[in-house]
């Protein structure tokens, strides 16, 4: 093993005691989303941090943004530490953003809590643990090499929980990321040992039938629309549900499960709205005119969005030609396309070296069932060099007592630090 990348791994171990205060100080900063709490004071904690570490910052405010008001700004921050010499960028991009907090914790969700070589709280394995990961890698790296060539990159970014329209993709539309500016993306969501290419498709729609109002004691005058929409789902379930459990992907999704076409109702609502808590009085009795229904699809690699949609409506326009005074729209409200980087991509084989060097055996190649902010990279940046990689376990994020080894912080900023010096020096401390 060459001398400095000795020294890399010696530099990162020595780091312990400060990566952990980082991650708890990230920790303590509750970044719930909805609404979007405390995007500037997180951004401008990190600004101070990487700041005094040489890298040039920029806070940016994804103005206008679904959720941005002068209540809650959509801040973001982009730090930029630029080398000797020209060469390659690499981007760690982190969202600062947690999901709520739910119920059965047995800590505080924002004490950020050290029992057992764990750190406990809301949003430590997804992802501030990955972000203070790839900062200590990033600063290790720079201490160890500063003749670099090229650039290393760290952003911390909003609204990942709620689409990523506030954080990513507006900065793809700003031009943070695009194949010019940035080469290789690597995004510390909690995949431990695992290297993650990509995600399935998103396909959402709102599907309303029509009826008309009567009264409830006469309902023949009148044209239930729940008993419509019931119609359209005793349709998917005798034909659609079966079709998409037969579609299967070559794509490597985990879970198992999510290895095919699936299809969530994600709501449901028909006549009279729920009373308001506290009103004892009874329904009025009318026939609902309307009904909602909102699907969640998520397709594959292999199909194409146009199918996807034609599907739904085929089941809906047989329900029509056999169901009198059948009416429907259909709108669609979200769509994601799959993405999945190529397993020879450069920063997929980097980071793949790189895992085995510090754990002693390949990686698994996985591609994740619901998307993420690399949808945006892909779509809007343009940049298929992309993968998922960072330290904690999938399965903890979004539950009561989440939390992230420290020891696996520390595997993976020696991960992350080998692959900036295998894509930034000249060196390739990883083949010896
Ligand atoms: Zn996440």
Avoid at 398 to 404: A, F, K, L, R, S
């Amino acid at each position: 093993m060459p001398d400095l990348t000795k020294q890399f791994l010696k530099r990162v171990d020595d780091a312990r005691d400060d990566l952990i205060a980082l991650t708890q100080d990230l920790i303590r900063i509750p970044t719930v989303n909805p609404p979007g709490n405390d995007y500037l004071a997180i951004c401008e904690y990190l600004d101070r941090r990487l700041k005094s570490r040489g890298f040039e910052t920029e806070l940016v405010r994804a103005k206008d943004t679904p959720g941005d008001s002068d209540k809650y700004p959509r801040w973001n921050i982009v730090a930029r530490r630029t080398g000797a010499h020209g060469g390659d960028c690499v981007h760690f991009n982190s969202h600062i953003d947690v999901v709520e907090v739910g119920h059965g914790w047995t800590h505080d969700p924002f004490g950020a809590a050290l029992v057992d070589g764990r750190i406990y709280g809301r949003g430590s394995c997804d992802m501030k643990g990955g972000l203070a990961t790839s900062i200590i890698a990033a600063e290790a790296f720079l201490d160890t090499w500063p003749d670099f060539s090229g650039a290393v990159e760290i952003s911390g970014t909003a609204d990942e929980e709620t689409g990523g329209f506030g954080g990513v993709a507006y900065l793809c539309e700003q031009g943070f990321f695009s194949p010019e500016k940035v080469q290789h993306v690597i995004i510390p969501e909690p995949f431990k040992d695992r290297v993650c290419l990509g995600h399935r498709g998103v396909y959402w729609a709102e599907i309303e039938t029509h009826g008309r109002i009567a009264h409830g004691s006469m309902p023949f005058l009148g044209d239930c629309a729940v008993r419509h929409m019931g119609a359209v789902l005793a349709e998917m379930e005798s034909s659609l549900f079966p079709a998409l459990a037969r579609k299967r992907t070559d794509m490597p999704v985990i879970p198992e499960g999510a290895r095919q076409s699936t299809m969530n109702i994600n709501s449901l609502h028909g006549g009279q709205a729920e009373p308001e808590p506290g009103f004892t009085g009874l329904p009025s009795p009318c026939v609902p005119d309307r009904a909602k229904m909102i699907v969640d699809r998520r397709f594959l690699l292999e199909e194409n969005i146009e199918d996807v949609e034609a599907e739904i409506v085929a089941v809906l326009e047989k329900v029509k030609s056999e169901r009198e005074g059948f009416r429907y729209d259909m709108r669609e409200i979200h769509r994601v396309i799959p993405s999945m980087t190529a397993r020879d991509a450069p920063v997929v084989t980097t980071v793949s070296a790189a895992i085995q060097s510090v754990m002693g055996k390949e990686p698994q190649y996985v591609v994740s069932p619901g998307t993420y902010d690399q949808k945006h990279i892909d779509r809007i940046g343009r940049m298929k060099n992309c993968i998922a990689y960072g330290p904690g376990i999938l399965d903890l994020a979004h539950q009561p007592d989440e939390y992230i080894e420290v020891g696996d912080m520390l595997d993976s900023a020696k991960v992350m630090g080998l692959a900036l010096a295998e894509i930034l020096t000249g060196e390739t401390p990883l083949k010896t």
